[in-house]
């Protein structure tokens, strides 16, 4: 997609293609140059939508980087990409970034295939330290001793497992590996846990930061210490440290060493200190203090997790956009979330747990009113699943609500800590199936497939609001083991939701309508594509029945048994990869019942599906309204063709 720009870059950024440019610039002109950055991304992402605040955040260390390394030989690996528009723009990719995240435009995140710039391909957090390390060690392996390796890593982020495991072990290694602790106390909502008080105990000692200042400026005169520069520049350093923080810094234990806490929003104090840290050898992390929505007075003072991504917005009054005032269906999201609220008014021993996913997830609507038994870990899914066991000993019943892509992170712990053990964990797979435009890598695919090969898991998904209730009280009923509910992003179908809650019992499907030669099996919300296909075929005379079959495990065996000796041909739907999914059990069942109906399988197919909405997506990987049409004419047609013979 070619999009020429309408928007004004300013006089600076207007000259700026590649980094190269930006580095014939005087120091005295990066801040302008960051001023324009931010203009430019606050112009766009206004018009455009996209993740606003923590790119914003990062503007001047955006210049500051791209000034003093030499990218993309220097290697720059930035950890989730939510704040990777302004590198997007210095890196060659101005003119085409308000196809931002469009159909056929640029990722919403750093990509390898889409600019030698974006050296990994980031969605889920945290792993950037351990792929700088990665990059680290092979260029030493190969010689290339000069080469540094930066890994911008938020606070949040830095909650995760995989960076400590990270840090571990590149304390222990002696390369270019330089960790920049992006520090906004912030990653969607905000940060939790004990290394986010630590860092909060660090960047407001006023003995320590007044004790740092000296320290930078003793160190700032390296050049002329000569050959004992390291030396001399260590034992400064240590013994201030050591003065101020004791034996304690956490950063220091590991092996790297640490500097900060500094104003990441100062443009000529970030160059000077990035200039000095790219010629000390060995592991190091620089603690920058940053302020999510800098520099766009809505996005800085007001709701930070609001201004994450806040979609379309009047740049000039901070107004949103909320669209049309029409009475809509609620998101599934939101359904969760008073369902789960009513569900623990009535059973004290519900408790909700989600890795830093509380508003997205609307666990929020019970910690509002239920703090004690709500937990957000962090970002930290594998500890989320193991935590939730832990609980389940003990007769709690966690709702363990986590986005279907990052439950992939967790799958170890799925297995080994709650599905052998049969405990009752209720896994709420949020964004199930295509999300439109964060694209691959926060695509739902695969948790069918992953989740129904699991023994003792029983694997749901509700056609719409009423279902989602019923499901989840169902899995909170006695005895039930762990169970899955899986349901996509955006709204559903229905206005009037809030039904009693009914018990539908485990393994069974329903018929919606009958129909004469061909049955659409469909799973979860996948199955109102099949209502709108039905209805326009019904005018061309063609009736078809269709069956919600809610569970993918345990199947309705007697429903499916009825449903191969009544039709000759199958049709099964799915928001979800093809490949081992829904409509692979069912043939599985049909194999092992030598049923011989002709049968089609629609869903994601076997590949990694870009970003766009979520119709257009759904167009792509032909499992809409109109797919189903056509899948049904081909398999009409075939038929007459070969009676006709």
């Given at each position: ?21 930006l ?34 955040g990062?503007?001047e ?10 990218t ?12 990777a ?53 092979a ?24 960076a400590?495991?990270a840090?571990?072990h ?10 920049i602790?992006?520090d906004?106390?912030?990653s ?25 200042n ?8 390296i ?9 001399i520049?260590?034992?400064v350093?240590?013994a ?20 900060g806490p ?38 800085e ?22 669209g ?18 009513e ?10 747990v ?16 239920f ?8 970002i930290a ?31 170890d ?6 599905a052998?053990?049969?405990l ?26 992953y ?29 039930q083991g ?13 206005i ?9 019992k485990?393994g ?24 709108g ?18 569970f993918?495990?345990?199947?309705d065996?007697n ?12 049709i099964?739907i ?28 629609l ?24 797919a ?18």
């Open positions: 997609m070619k999009e020429k720009t309408k928007y004004n870059t300013g006089k600076l950024l207007s000259k700026i293609n590649t980094p190269e440019d580095r014939k610039l005087q120091k005295s002109q990066l801040q302008t140059v960051a001023d324009e950055l931010r203009q430019y991304i606050i112009d766009v992402v206004s018009e455009k939508g996209g993740h606003l605040g923590a790119s914003l990062v503007v260390l955006t210049v500051a980087l791209h000034y003093i390394f030499n993309p030989e220097d290697q720059l690996v930035w950890d989730v990409g939510h704040q528009y302004g590198h997007k723009i210095l890196t060659g990719r101005k003119k085409l970034f308000p196809t931002n995240r469009k159909y056929k435009g640029l990722s919403g995140f750093p990509k390898r295939n889409e600019s030698v710039y974006d050296t990994f391909g980031v969605g889920h957090s945290s792993t950037s330290i351990s792929a700088a390390l990665g990059m680290a060690i260029s030493k392996s190969d010689g290339e001793n000069k080469r540094q390796h930066i890994a911008v890593i938020g606070d949040g982020s830095m909650t995760a497992g995989i400590f495991e840090l571990n590149a304390g222990a290694e002696n390369t270019n590996l330089l960790v602790l992006n906004n106390c912030m969607i909502d905000p940060a939790v846990g004990a290394l986010k008080e630590y860092l909060t105990d660090i960047s407001t000692s006023h003995t320590y930061n007044k004790a740092k000296k320290l930078w400026r003793i160190l700032g005169k050049s002329k210490f000569g050959k004992t520069a390291q030396k520049a260590k034992k350093e240590g201030v440290k050591s003065t101020i923080l004791g034996e304690s810094n956490y950063f220091e234990s590991l092996n790297f060493r640490y500097f500094i104003d990441g929003h100062d443009t000529k104090h970030l160059v000077s200190v990035l200039n000095d840290l790219k010629k000390i050898p060995g592991p190091k992390i620089l603690h920058c203090l940053t302020v999510k929505g800098k520099g766009y007075k809505p996005a003072e007001g709701d930070t997790t609001k201004w994450h991504a806040p979609g379309i917005f009047n740049k000039n009054t901070g107004e949103i956009v909320a049309s005032y029409k009475k809509m269906p609620p998101k599934y999201q939101d359904v969760f979330g008073d369902t789960i609220v569900l623990a008014s009535r059973n004290k021993n519900i408790v909700g989600t890795p830093a996913m509380l508003s997205g997830s609307s666990l929020k609507k019970m910690m509002e009113v703090p004690e038994r709500t937990f957000d870990v962090g899914e594998q500890h989320a699943v193991t935590f939730s066991a832990g609980m389940s000993t003990l007769g709690k019943i966690p709702f363990c609500n986590i986005y279907s892509t990052f439950m992939q992170r967790a799958y712990q799925v297995i080994h800590d709650v052998i053990q049969n009752n964990v209720v896994f709420c797979l949020d964004r199930g199936g295509l999300v439109g435009a964060d694209g691959a890598t926060h695509h739902g695919a695969f948790d069918l497939s989740f129904r090969c699991i023994p003792n898991m029983i694997v749901s998904a509700p056609m719409n609001e009423q279902e989602l209730r019923d499901l989840m009280f169902t899995s909170q009923l006695p005895n762990p169970f899955s509910i899986r349901y996509p992003r955006g709204n559903g179908i229905m009037d939701w809030k039904t009693p809650f009914k018990e539908i485990i069974t499907g329903r018929l919606i309508s009958d129909g004469d030669e061909i049955a659409v099996l469909s799973i979860g919300h996948a199955g109102n594509f099949v209502t296909a039905r209805n326009q075929l019904k005018k061309e005379g063609i009736n078809i029945a269709h069956y919600d079959m809610r993918v495990k345990p199947l065996e429903l499916l048994h009825k449903i191969c000796k009544k039709y000759l041909f199958i099964t799915e928001d979800g990869c093809v490949k081992g999914g829904f409509g692979s059990a069912i043939l599985e069942f049909m194999s092992s019942n030598d049923y011989s109906n002709k049968t089609r399988l869903g994601i197919p076997d590949k990694f599906i870009n970003h766009g909405t979520q119709a257009e997506l759904y167009n792509e990987c032909f499992y809409n309204e109109d189903l049409i056509k899948t049904i004419h081909s398999v009409l047609e075939n038929s007459n063709k070969k009676q006709a013979i």
